[in-house]
């Protein structure tokens, strides 16, 4: 005899607990954007979308849209629900992608892609000029960017493995990801489909939130994001996502897509996106997983990280900069540039301070060091052409057998 499940929805934030409040506030999206451009569509825990897709939890947010852990009741998996907000006329660029990906790229494995025929609309938050798309994918743990402080070296450098061969999959079809990062890079997750929604809340940690109302009386809630504990994390599985920004060909643009501490430079200077660009950014991460952060700040100007690591950039992107006005003429010129130079900002010198602790013999990761600033250089070379290559990278024997791979 089948027993019928007791929902369970959460736990409202009482108003009066200030502390609370601003914890939930601090890590949710802004709730303005609920009530301005981009209209994000309102969700209440244990709402059920297209009559089977019922809502469990909070799992992020991004500029247009939220994403919400669900429950699929025809069959009973667990999924996760990207509500995003696109213009009346908007074109739906991120599932013609995905339809782009599928007929190029034969393995699909590691690039996560929405579910055939599932996705659906929405009408319109009142006040917006559009509707909402909603794509149904395969559930996932959380990024890289949230769980590899918890990640072994011999982990976080397999992730990077898998990330590199789905990369050139996309590359070898002719894709570019123009928006690769640690954020858009997923680990798996311990299955729960077949547990009930509150033991997954013990397992996970339990909604907390907050009641919306937009100005029309749609209601919704404000979401405390899913904490996974690392104990349901599965490093050894990672998956590439968020491909709205993809392209099948070079694009150029005067504003630069994604954080520009992970862009390559010549996109912050115009020139098209390309594989080399998108090679800049897995740079990036593999610096990241080795160093522990990125060799550069990510506040301010990128450019002027770049050059503290690297020196000076090509002299004949003087004036191209993105952002009339911010450049400055000693990125470009190296007699300019000299008095400024601080040796402890150099690559060498941030990854010998950063594994200068490492409790493994010193002559071993010495060699090892060596090795991975040789090919960090390799990715972070100004000149695109001479960039290093996903398939260069992967035929590398020395670097990942120094991690035992």
Not at 81 to 89: E, F, G, Q, S
Not at 98 to 108: A, C, G, L, N, S
Not at 204 to 225: A, C, E, F, M, Y
Request: with cysteine; aromatic share 8%; charged share 25%.
């Amino acid at each position: 005899m089948q027993t019928l499940e007791i929902l369970d929805y959460g736990d409202p934030v009482n108003s009066s607990d200030e502390e609370e409040v601003d914890d939930l506030e601090e890590n949710a999206e802004p709730l303005i954007l609920y009530f301005q451009p981009p209209f994000y569509y309102p969700i209440c825990i244990g709402n059920t979308l297209a009559q089977r897709y019922r809502i469990e939890h909070k799992l992020g947010h991004g500029g247009f849209s939220t994403v919400w852990m669900a429950h699929d009741v025809l069959t009973n998996t667990d999924v996760a629900l990207k509500i995003t907000t696109l213009a009346r006329d908007e074109i739906d660029r991120e599932g013609n992608m995905h339809d782009e990906i599928r007929r190029r790229v034969q393995d699909t494995s590691n690039l996560l892609l929405a579910h055939q025929d599932a996705s659906f609309s929405l009408p319109s938050s009142p006040g917006g000029d559009g509707f909402h798309r909603v794509y149904v994918f395969p559930l996932r743990g959380p990024s890289l960017h949230s769980c590899f402080a918890v990640m072994s070296m011999a982990e976080r450098m397999a992730a990077a493995k898998q990330l590199l061969e789905a990369l050139k999959r996309l590359h070898d079809a002719g894709i570019v990801h123009r928006d690769l990062n640690d954020k858009n890079v997923l680990c798996g997750i311990t299955p729960l489909d077949t547990l009930p929604t509150t033991t997954k809340y013990t397992l996970l940690t339990r909604p907390k939130k907050i009641r919306l109302r937009t100005p029309s009386g749609l209601l919704g809630n404000l979401v405390r994001p899913v904490i996974v504990p690392p104990t349901h994390i599965n490093t050894r599985s990672i998956s590439l996502c968020d491909f709205g920004l993809a392209a099948t060909t070079p694009v150029s643009s005067s504003t630069p897509q994604g954080p520009g501490a992970w862009c390559a430079p010549e996109r912050l200077h115009g020139y098209a996106a390309t594989r080399a660009s998108d090679m800049w950014s897995y740079t990036c991460i593999l610096a990241k997983l080795y160093i522990g952060e990125l060799p550069w700040s990510i506040y301010g100007e990128a450019p002027r990280g770049f050059v503290r690591a690297l020196g000076p950039l090509p002299g004949e992107w003087a004036g191209r900069y993105w952002r009339p006005g911010w450049e400055a003429a000693k990125w470009y010129d190296a007699a300019l540039l000299r008095p400024e130079v601080e040796p402890e900002a150099m690559l060498g010198a941030v990854l010998a301070r950063a594994r200068g602790d490492v409790e493994e013999e010193k002559e071993e990761e010495e060699e090892r060091r060596r090795v991975v600033e040789r090919v960090l250089r390799r990715g972070f070379c100004y000149d695109a052409a001479r960039r290093i290559t996903a398939a260069e990278l992967l035929g590398d024997g020395e670097f990942w057998g120094v991690f035992g791979l």
